[in-house]
């Protein structure tokens, strides 16, 4: 499968921006889906994620504030950024996995087999 993960930008403190991941190759139907980040020397996080049931588990830096959901008719993931901070910008990756047990290691950059190429967040103070 491949991923392709568009939306980022430029976005003052306080804006919201909507990143997309379209799937092609394969239907996302039964995967679990997350976005994770990499802030410049930081190593990559966790953002959030969604499982094919529905579950959406956040980490707790964006908890409230960002939004993921899917489109399965559309082979499309979304993350919706609202009330942005200077200490959100970053390079955002979607990822892919149809395996694994998802409640135990959803948060494991490891687990995830597809991976879409990153979209730059900048956001300004």
């Known amino acids: 499968v491949q991923l392709q993960a568009s ?10 921006l909507r990143l997309s991941c379209v799937a092609s190759g394969q239907t996302l139907r039964s995967s679990t889906m997350g976005w994770f980040r990499r802030a410049p020397g930081r190593d990559r996080e966790f953002v959030a994620a969604i499982h094919w049931s529905g579950s959406t ?5 964006v908890k409230g ?5 899917r489109d399965n008719a559309k082979n499309t993931v979304y ?15 979607c990822a892919a996995r149809f395996v ?3 409640y135990r290691d959803y948060q494991l950059g490891r687990k995830y087999a597809h991976w879409g190429q990153g979209t730059l967040v900048t956001v300004s103070s």
């Open 7 to 16: 939306g980022g930008g430029l976005v003052q403190a306080g804006g919201s």
């Open 57 to 61: 588990p956040y980490a707790d830096s």
């Open 65 to 69: 504030r960002f939004t993921i959901s």
């Open 79 to 93: 993350l919706l950024m609202n009330m942005l901070k200077p200490e959100d910008t970053a390079v955002y990756y």
């Open 100 to 102: 694994g047990d998802f």
